[in-house]
């Protein structure tokens, strides 16, 4: 170890604090000094598939399949992510070893040129509630609780939960801030599975879902 540090020990440089690891950087096996903050990665003009998770004391992000970023979870204070060109994935996986964590995440899908479109896919863990908030053309919020977070987005086409879900709320008129303009229609479907669909008539994003299992 550095000096006897432990993973995420703090390491003070004149005034400034920085978080050690020795899992850290592209590759997530470098030894790294990262000062508390948020963190960000922007993509590049093809066609990616991130995912974020958390591995013991880090929280790590991986494009197609690679580590890119690794970093210890207690010195982020959120995450973003954003896509670039081309049809791009994030999943934000509660489900890897080293389970939930609450750091607020933005996914900008940016500007698509070709494919399908940038999706969201959450998954693993389970909340009590999740909560949709439509807040403009391909944007909004999704807010839990139970496993408190929020996960902030802009530029997509879907999204997808399959996390285990008590409850599920849908805003689209946000505390009385109407993001759209004229009527929105609102229509919850069943879908594939054990999952629903809610979608508008309004270019707010369709969201796939977790059927709630409290009725």
Excluded: C, H, W
């Excluded at 807040?135 to 929020?150: E, H, Q, R, S, V």
């Excluded at 879900?165 to 594939?192: E, Q, R, Y």
């Amino acid at each position: 170890t550095f000096n006897g540090l432990a993973e995420g020990a703090t390491v003070t440089i004149g005034s400034v604090n920085f978080r050690i690891s020795y899992a850290g950087g592209v590759g997530g096996n470098d030894v790294t000094l990262t000062e508390d903050g948020p963190a960000s990665f922007t993509g590049d003009a093809t066609s990616e598939n991130f995912e974020l998770l958390r591995v013991g004391d880090n929280i790590q992000l991986l494009r197609n399949g690679v580590i890119v970023d690794s970093r210890p979870i207690s010195s982020v204070t959120s995450y973003s992510v954003n896509g670039g060109d081309g049809s791009d994935t994030l999943t934000v996986n509660y489900g890897a070893p080293g389970g939930f964590f609450g750091t607020p995440i933005t996914f900008n899908g940016q500007a698509n040129t070709t494919g399908a479109g940038d999706k969201l896919t959450v998954q693993g863990s389970s909340f009590t509630g999740l909560e949709y908030d439509a807040t403009g053309i391909g944007a909004g919020m999704l807010t839990t609780t139970g496993n408190a977070t929020t996960i902030t987005f802009t530029g997509l086409e879907p999204v997808v939960v399959t996390s285990a879900l008590g409850t599920v709320t849908i805003d689209v008129d946000n505390a009385g801030v109407d993001a759209f303009a004229g009527p929105i229609t609102t229509t919850i479907t069943d879908a594939a599975g054990a999952n629903m669909l809610v979608s508008f008539n309004v270019g707010a994003e369709n969201m796939t879902f977790t059927t709630p299992t409290v009725e």
